[in-house]
């Protein structure tokens, strides 16, 4: 699933949209998902936003199964803020990948999908 943000966001609209994978009509449990952050104006989410959006996505784990995540950014604040979201997640580079294009993010997820386990 790709999930692509644009314009002005802020902690909220993270939030919304991380809630509403499990939520979408072709989810399935476990399904990777690709951010793409490459439109998205962070300037208004800062560290404290990036700790409380790891927080909120780790609690939407069990409805979401093993999956892996790869954020799309190429540079600048998003790229800083996304490395930063990937350190605090703590989920290690099987799972989550800082990617900057949607080509080479696409490939990591093919790849992962093969080497981490999956709930059955």
């Known amino acids: 699933m790709i ?4 314009g002005a966001q802020n902690l909220e609209s993270i ?4 809630a509403a994978i499990p939520c979408h009509p072709e989810f399935e449990h476990g399904m ?5 952050l490459r439109s998205a104006d962070l300037s208004r989410v800062g560290s404290d936003e ?3 959006s790891v927080d909120f996505a780790r609690a939407l784990d069990e409805r979401r ?3 892996c995540t790869a954020l799309v950014a190429p540079a600048g604040l998003a ?15 099987d799972t989550m990948q800082l990617a900057r294009g949607l080509d080479t993010a696409w490939s990591w997820t093919r790849e992962s999908r093969q080497a981490v386990p999956r709930e059955r």
Not at 32 to 36: E, F, L, Q, S, Y
């Open 15 to 18: 939030m919304r949209a991380m």
């Open 65 to 67: 199964g093993i999956h």
């Open 32 to 36: 990777d998902t690709v951010w793409d």
């Open 50 to 52: 990036v700790r409380q």
């Open 79 to 93: 790229f800083g803020l996304s490395r930063r979201y990937g350190v605090r997640a703590d989920r290690g580079e």
């Open 3 to 6: 999930v692509v943000l644009v």
